[in-house]
């Protein structure tokens, strides 16, 4: 009865960054401090930054005027950062570098005057963030595909100027399908030179691929709203195998654990690694399971400076 880890896991750099942030401003202006949304999704995570000072808000109008504001790691919109301004916040950015990245790309196709399509998902704050970077002024528009149907919908007469971005935390797989497609239908379409799926997204996937091979049984540590951490679950189902997605060790359904040999188990990038910890010493104290390896996780060599201020 083995426990299989899955080396490339847990926080990435983004993640690291923006928990970072939140505490040094509290440390630096005291609480409380404001923070735009959750600043990464995890249960955990927002609650142990709630008991340090941090209040979570959804619209920028919550925030009293003058008042210093935290911007989550998903990013925001050209309309929050004005309400911002009008409500002379002091701002700190924790948006992750990646996903600035993107909306670096939205920026310059729209003032090209392009049409953009966003490959995401509705209603997640990253898309929404990006979408809202968009300026239709200089006569571009911005079109979000959720999946391969919205994208044989789509009529644009003229593919010399359309292009492509996506949300960083995609299933790699699924994109795929999705870019293949828009560049057989459009064959002038731009798009990035580098893939906008993030580095911590593809390592995690690559990583639960080979895991659900060698396990009868996958457990992904990660909150419910965490979109990288659904895609882990959701493609250790797809090799076949029986998976959950839990916060905590209180959630896993110890029905799941009945003639069971071999669990795989990852944690997502927003995921703190003694949520792992604990895990693994329930199951070896309590359901007789042995760790196999060592808990070492795989250091994947990238780190982003925090902003001037808090250096």
């Given at each position: 009865m083995e426990i299989r880890l899955a080396n490339t896991r847990g926080f990435c750099a983004g993640v690291d960054r923006a928990i970072e942030i939140v505490k040094k401003v509290i440390e630096i202006h005291g609480a409380p401090v404001y923070v735009?949304?959750?600043?990464?999704?995890?249960?955990?995570?927002?609650e142990e930054l709630k008991s340090l000072g941090a209040i979570f808000v959804e619209d920028?109008?919550?925030?009293?005027?003058?008042?210093?504001?935290?911007?989550?790691?998903?990013?925001?919109?050209?309309?929050?950062?004005?309400?911002?301004?009008?409500?002379?916040?002091?701002?700190?950015?924790?948006?992750?570098?990646?996903?600035?990245?993107?909306?670096?790309?939205?920026?310059?196709?729209?003032?090209m005057g392009f049409d953009c399509l966003l490959i995401g998902h509705k209603n997640h704050p990253e898309v929404e963030g990006?979408?809202?970077?968009f300026d239709t002024s200089f006569g571009g528009t911005i079109?979000?595909?959720?999946?391969?149907?919205?994208?044989?919908?789509?009529?644009?007469?003229?593919?010399?100027?359309?292009?492509?971005?996506?949300?960083?935390?995609?299933?790699v797989d699924d994109t795929k399908e999705i870019k293949d497609f828009l560049i057989d239908r459009f064959p002038d379409i731009k798009g990035p030179k580098k893939d906008?799926?993030?580095?911590?997204?593809q390592n995690r996937q690559d990583a639960i691929k080979q895991l659900a091979l060698e396990s009868d049984l996958v457990l992904v540590i990660g909150s419910e709203n965490s979109s990288n951490s659904n895609r882990l679950r959701e493609i250790a189902e797809r090799s076949g195998v029986e998976a959950?997605?839990?916060?905590?060790?209180?959630?896993?359904?110890l029905d799941c654990l009945k003639g069971k040999s071999k669990i795989g188990l990852t944690?997502?990038?927003?995921?703190?690694?003694?949520?792992?910890?604990?895990?693994?010493?329930?199951?070896?104290?309590?359901?007789?399971?042995?760790l196999v390896g060592n808990k070492k996780r795989t250091d994947e060599g990238i780190s982003f400076r925090l902003p001037k201020g808090l250096r």
């Open positions: 735009k949304h959750e600043v990464v999704h995890n249960k955990t995570v927002v920028i109008k919550e925030i009293p005027e003058g008042e210093v504001v935290v911007y989550s790691a998903h990013g925001i919109s050209k309309a929050v950062e004005s309400e911002s301004g009008v409500r002379k916040l002091d701002v700190f950015d924790a948006t992750c570098p990646l996903v600035s990245k993107v909306h670096a790309e939205v920026n310059t196709y729209a003032k990006t979408m809202g970077q079109t979000l595909i959720e999946d391969i149907s919205d994208a044989k919908k789509l009529n644009f007469k003229d593919s010399s100027r359309l292009a492509f971005v996506t949300q960083t935390t995609l299933s906008d799926i993030c580095y911590a997204t959950y997605l839990i916060d905590t060790i209180e959630d896993l359904p944690s997502g990038a927003s995921a703190p690694e003694h949520l792992v910890s604990e895990v693994i010493d329930k199951l070896t104290s309590c359901y007789g399971f042995s």
